[in-house]
C-alpha cells in the first residue's frame, strides 16, 4: 500500500490479508527466535483474524533489509492517524515482531507506517521499541503447569488447601446433583460457543460493563478464530457439562506451549457450585496433558485468578507519540482517562467502590 525508508530499513504498509506466504514464514520464525512466551496473540493468525473482521481499519507495517523481512508491526489506524494495537480491547499480548538486534526506533516505525500515536493496553515484556513509551506496568497472573498436573495441583494444596478442598467438593456435589460431569477441552460445536457468548454478555450487562460481544467485530472475531487450526494459534473452547448441558464455558486460544485465557463465564443457575472453578482447574489438568506449560489469565484483578495464579508475567499500558499537532490532540483525548483508570487501580477501596457503582448501574439498567 505505502512504503517508507528508515535508514537501511524500509516499511511498507499491507493489510493483513495482502501479507505473502513467505511474509507468514518469516514471522513465525522471527517469532519463534524471540525468548517470549509463545502467546498466540502475537502469531499472524490473530492479525490475519483481525484483519477480516475489521479491514478497514487493520494494517501491517512490514520492516525489510535487502528485500528481507526483518519485523512486523501489525496495528489498527483510526482517524487523524492514530494507531492502537492490533485488536486494541481483547488483544492480551501486544507489541512488535522484529528480528533481535534491530536498530529501530518506536518513532521512525509510526513514521513509516503513517500514524502520529500508537496505543497499546497489554504490552509483553521485552519489546524494547516500545518499552521506554510505557506509562506503567501491570501484572498479568499465570498457571504454569510446566512440571505437570500432579505437580501444580500438590503446590496449589499447599498454598491454598481450603480453596482446593471446598472447590473439589462442590465439583463431587454438582456431579451428584445434576446427574454427571463430562469436561470437553476443545469443542468444536458452535452451539455451545453460542451460549458462552450469550452467558457473557449477561454478565456484561449485569455487572454494568460494556458488552463486548454487542460489538459485531468482536463476535466476528471470536467465531472466526473457534474454527482457527494453527500451530501457534488456535481457538480452544473449553466446556464443562452437567447432567447433559453447559455449566460452564471459557474460550482461548492456544499455541503450542501457551493457553492464553479469554472469555470465561458460566450459567447461573449454577453459581452455588463454583462450576468456573472447577472448569478451570480441569482446563489446566487437559493443558498440562497436552503439552501447554503456561495458562496466562489475563491481566486484571480477580478472585479466582490469585487463587489460581503461580506467578505473573509483565505487561504494559501507555502510548507512544511523534510530535505534532495530531499526537497533541491524542494526548489530550487519552492522558485523563490513563490517569483515572491509573487512581483506581492503586487504591483497592476506590476500586471497590467503583466495582460496586457498576454493579447497581447494571441492576438498574435491566430492572433488578
Request: glycine share 12%; aromatic share 8%.
Amino acid at each position: 500500500m505505502s512504503t517508507a525508508r528508515n535508514q537501511a530499513v524500509r516499511i511498507h504498509v499491507r493489510r493483513p490479508g495482502e501479507l505473502r506466504t513467505g511474509d507468514l514464514e518469516a514471522w513465525r520464525d522471527l517469532r519463534a527466535a524471540s525468548r517470549a512466551p509463545a502467546s498466540p496473540f502475537m502469531e499472524p493468525e490473530f492479525t490475519l483474524a483481525v484483519g477480516r473482521a475489521r479491514p478497514a481499519t487493520a494494517r501491517v507495517g512490514v520492516l525489510t533489509e535487502d528485500g528481507d523481512p526483518v519485523g512486523f508491526f501489525p496495528y489498527e489506524r483510526s482517524a487523524l492517524g492514530h494507531g492502537r494495537a492490533i485488536g486494541f480491547g481483547v488483544s492480551d499480548s501486544q507489541g512488535g515482531v522484529f528480528r533481535a538486534g534491530l536498530r529501530v526506533g518506536a518513532r521512525e516505525v509510526l513514521r513509516g507506517c503513517g500514524l502520529a500515536a500508537w496505543e497499546f493496553d497489554n504490552l509483553e515484556a521485552g519489546q524494547a521499541v516500545f518499552a521506554p513509551h510505557a506509562a506503567e506496568e501491570l501484572p498479568s497472573p499465570v498457571i504454569d503447569v510446566g512440571e505437570g498436573w500432579a505437580a501444580y495441583e500438590n503446590a496449589l494444596r499447599e498454598r491454598s488447601p481450603k480453596f482446593l478442598r471446598t472447590t473439589r467438593a462442590k465439583e463431587r456435589r454438582l456431579d451428584r446433583q445434576a446427574g454427571g460431569l463430562r469436561f470437553v477441552f476443545d469443542e468444536h460445536d458452535p452451539a455451545a460457543l453460542r451460549t458462552l457468548m450469550a452467558w457473557k454478555s449477561a454478565q456484561y450487562r449485569r455487572t454494568g460493563r460494556r458488552d463486548r460481544f454487542a460489538q459485531e467485530w468482536i463476535s466476528t472475531l471470536v467465531r472466526d478464530l473457534h474454527t482457527t487450526r494453527a500451530p501457534g494459534c488456535s481457538g480452544v473452547l473449553s466446556v464443562l457439562y452437567a447432567g447433559g448441558r453447559p455449566a460452564a464455558a471459557h474460550f482461548g486460544l492456544r499455541s503450542r506451549t501457551v493457553l492464553s485465557c479469554w472469555f470465561p463465564a458460566y450459567d447461573p443457575a449454577f453459581a452455588r457450585y463454583s462450576p468456573g472453578l472447577v472448569l478451570h482447574l480441569r482446563m489446566a489438568e487437559a493443558a498440562a496433558a497436552a503439552g501447554i506449560g503456561m495458562l496466562d489469565l489475563g491481566r486484571g484483578g480477580a478472585e479466582y485468578k490469585e487463587a489460581l495464579k503461580t506467578g505473573e508475567l509483565r505487561v504494559y499500558e501507555g502510548s507512544c507519540v511523534r510530535p505534532g499537532v495530531r499526537a497533541g490532540l491524542h494526548w489530550i483525548g487519552r492522558a485523563p482517562v490513563r490517569r483515572a483508570h491509573r487512581l483506581v487501580r492503586g487504591r483497592p477501596r476506590l476500586a471497590g467502590f467503583a466495582q460496586q457503582t457498576l454493579n447497581q448501574v447494571g441492576r438498574l439498567r435491566h430492572g433488578r
